[in-house]
């Protein structure tokens, strides 16, 4: 399955992009995507990673279903 | 009504208040969190914000809806700023209106005490030479090639 | 620099909050008491405050002090409106600055409750059928002729 | 001895002035001088009284001395 990725601030900057599509096997959970993406970008294993959903704060083993639009979420810094 | 809204400019707070103003409000607390511009002696040349905007908008009606219950307080709004933010501005403005004033209090602390918690608003900090995520922490995170990452306390 | 005022006239609070404006201060809570027109149901046709002046400076430059000592803030306005005061203006408008949030809240907020106890400052409520001296406890007090003495909670 | 009475709200309506001078004897203390306006306005003991001498809240018992200034204050209302 496919699902698009969006990154934001410091964990942006270490992708390098903010949108990017990830191919992932079926069953795959939201730890498996970071874990593909650190594969490639040790630097990110450096960040703590928050999860977004359809705009929901999700967990490490939120299942993911093809076209999921997943959001990496570094640690806040508003207000 | 309680609303949030993310801007590019300058917030308004005289504005906001005037839009908040309904009879039968007796208590009116605004907060304003305004930027700083130097960090443990260190000069911040440029400071700026990027948001998630429509999970901060959905994240914020559930934040608006926890006020509600907690404080009996319907009358909220929440202003963010974006982008380049100038020293002395503010980044973010609450005015919380309720017919007595502690519930009030408790809705303009309770929703800027969440909004550091679960906004997903990112602030970063240029100085001279390099520059910095700002974590709610107070923890700042360098991720440039020539940046050492610093630790303090906000 | 904290200061305290009393006016006869509308409390501008955004030229308030520009006079407390200085870099430095990271977070501003402004509290605004504002007057309502109904009390029970009944409509009122006027209010007004009167003070006790002198005594109410004297006690205000000691909240001040405690202000500071309890929460490290220096940077405090208070203006009480006195005379007539329309429905849905300030009465009071308390304005805290601070490096951080929770000390800004906590000097706001203890300010209008000691206030509340300590300043010399009363309110009228005129009805069309009467009036009372207002207590901050909601306690109110007829001493016309023809007034009969009211409670409720405020 | 003469003191200067200072009435504020209530308590000025009740006595019809909001200013007046009162004659006590040496040693008076704060409560004789409303004892000695009570007697002739008896609303006075409806109102909770609080007093002030040069600005500072004094207690019934605090003792008076010529010239004083009192202020007699009912329960306050502002903010």
Chains 1, 4 share one sequence.
Do not use: N
Request: proline share 6%.
């Amino acid at each position: 399955m496919k699902i698009q990725i969006k990154a934001f601030a410091a964990i942006r900057e270490v992708l390098g992009a903010s949108e990017l599509e990830l191919e992932l096997v079926e069953g795959a959970r939201v730890q498996d995507a970071l874990e593909a993406l650190s594969a490639e970008h040790p630097a990110l294993r450096e960040i703590p990673c928050g999860f977004g959903i359809a705009h929901e704060y999700v967990g490490p083993d939120h299942p993911l279903k093809d076209e999921d639009e997943l959001a990496l979420l570094p640690p806040v810094g508003g207000g | 009504m309680a609303e949030f809204r993310l801007t590019d400019e300058a917030i308004d707070v005289p504005a906001l208040r005037r839009e908040i103003e309904l009879s039968g409000q007796g208590a009116i607390v605004t907060f304003e969190g305004v930027v700083r511009d130097t960090f443990e002696g260190r000069r911040v040349v440029r400071l700026e914000y990027e948001a998630y905007p429509p999970m901060a908008t959905k994240q914020m009606d559930r934040l608006f809806c926890e006020v509600e219950e907690r404080f009996g307080v319907e009358r909220l709004l929440v202003v963010h700023r974006l982008g380049l933010v100038p020293e002395g501005e503010a980044a973010i403005a609450i005015l919380a209106a309720s017919p007595h004033r502690r519930e009030a209090f408790g809705a303009a602390a309770y929703t800027i005490d969440r909004i550091k918690e679960i906004l997903p608003v990112w602030k970063k900090e240029h100085y001279e030479d390099g520059e910095v995520w700002v974590e709610s922490s107070g923890v700042r995170r360098a991720t440039g090639p020539g940046d050492a990452p610093l630790d303090g306390a906000d």
